[in-house]
């Protein structure tokens, strides 16, 4: 459930984090779903198929986006801009920027964006999760995109599992030196909570971790 509190603002649960107070009704958590497809889709994939004018760094006005899912998506009559507001604000992942009556995906596109305006990166380790069947092969020939305009790195080894184990169950881990990309000119940029993009990573800066560190990270964790 997506709710607001007055001293507190957007979150979603049943009562307030922050004060354990119930707050204002925003959306239930089917809407929140369905709502949250829809924009991924919208920013992220397929703004057209929504009629949505989109400028080169990826911002679309969210009074647009409002009118386009309420005329091509029953049931989302009652959409106002405090919604899309809420939504961004409170999403666990960081996808999502506000800015002036504009909003965009801040990662994840399969359509061509410019996001060279996202903050730098500023941790000098990142890490991505591989099949085995792709590790050898990633080390010797470096990170490219795949089904995304960009690559997509983990701040830490946890989240880099969580993201691998969308493919595979036991994902390796590898790790990209960071700091020696940037020194050497490559553009990292933070764009989500825990996600950072880049273009591609040479093999030069990727290593394997070693899987006796990750066990170890999984068994302090349970």
């Known amino acids: 459930m997506l709710s607001e509190c007055e001293e507190h603002g957007y979150y979603r649960g049943d009562f307030c984090p922050a004060c354990n107070k119930k707050g204002k009704f925003l959306m239930s958590d089917q809407e929140l779903n369905s709502l949250s497809r829809i924009i991924a889709?919208?920013?992220?994939?397929?703004?057209?198929?929504?009629?949505?004018?989109?400028?080169?760094?990826?911002?679309?006005?969210?009074?647009?986006?409002?009118?386009a899912i309420g005329t091509s998506r029953s049931g989302f009559n009652w959409l106002r801009v405090h919604h899309i507001e809420a939504l961004a604000a409170t999403d666990q992942r960081g996808r999502y920027q506000i800015d002036g009556g504009m909003v965009r995906a801040t990662y994840g596109h399969s359509i061509d964006v410019?996001?060279?305006?996202?903050?730098?990166?500023?941790?000098?380790?990142?890490?991505?999760?591989?099949?085995?069947?792709?590790?050898?092969?990633?080390?010797?020939?470096?990170?490219?995109?795949?089904?995304?305009?960009?690559?997509?790195?983990?701040?830490?080894?946890?989240?880099a599992i969580e993201a691998g184990r969308v493919r595979t169950d036991d994902p390796l881990i590898l790790s990209i030196d960071g700091a020696k990309a940037r020194e050497d000119g490559i553009n990292i940029y933070h764009a989500g909570k825990d996600v950072y993009?880049?273009?591609?990573?040479?093999?030069?800066?990727?290593?394997?971790?070693?899987?006796?560190?990750?066990?170890?990270l999984l068994e302090e964790k349970h």
């Open 41 to 67: 889709g919208a920013l992220r994939h397929f703004p057209e198929k929504l009629g949505l004018m989109m400028d080169g760094k990826g911002w679309v006005h969210i009074s647009s986006l409002i009118d």
């Open 114 to 159: 410019n996001l060279d305006d996202l903050p730098p990166a500023e941790i000098d380790e990142l890490y991505y999760p591989v099949t085995e069947e792709e590790a050898d092969m990633i080390i010797e020939g470096g990170l490219h995109p795949v089904d995304r305009r960009k690559v997509h790195l983990s701040g830490s080894i946890e989240k």
């Open 197 to 216: 993009i880049t273009d591609s990573i040479g093999a030069k800066y990727i290593s394997k971790v070693d899987e006796s560190e990750i066990k170890k």
